[in-house]
């Protein structure tokens, strides 16, 4: 997989992306997965889990967006072909990595 964006929503990782992606499509037909989000290179937070497709009807979608827009300054809605979507990350188990683990207080 290719490295993508993600934001941090209410317990969950969700990845902004639109409708016609692959990673959107595979995620369609197989939700389970692996994810890394890396915060410098010192903090490493690994997810495994399930996604699901949040889409505009969804009751969350305007808060990701206000998010999105806030965090990039763009919409997902503004983005190539296909429905603007965001792939929530329901995490099964997490791990963390960090470098320096004083630097990154929990």
């Known amino acids: 997989m ?3 964006g993600s934001l941090f929503y209410r317990a969950h990782f969700v990845i902004p992306t639109v409708s ?3 990673r959107a499509k595979h995620t369609r037909a197989r939700p389970a997965v692996s994810m890394t989000h890396f915060l410098d290179t010192g903090l490493a937070i690994i997810v495994r ?3 699901t497709v949040v889409t505009p009807q969804d009751a969350h979608f305007a808060e990701l967006e206000q998010l999105q ?3 990039s300054g763009q919409s997902v809605r503004e983005w190539g072909d296909g429905e603007g979507v965001y792939l929530r ?3 099964d188990m997490m791990f963390t990595y960090a470098r320096e683990p004083d630097k990154y207080p929990g």
């Open 49 to 51: 889990g399930h996604a």
């Open 89 to 91: 990350v329901s995490a």
């Open 69 to 71: 827009r806030e965090v």
């Open 2 to 4: 290719a490295p993508v």
């Open 20 to 22: 016609e992606a692959a």
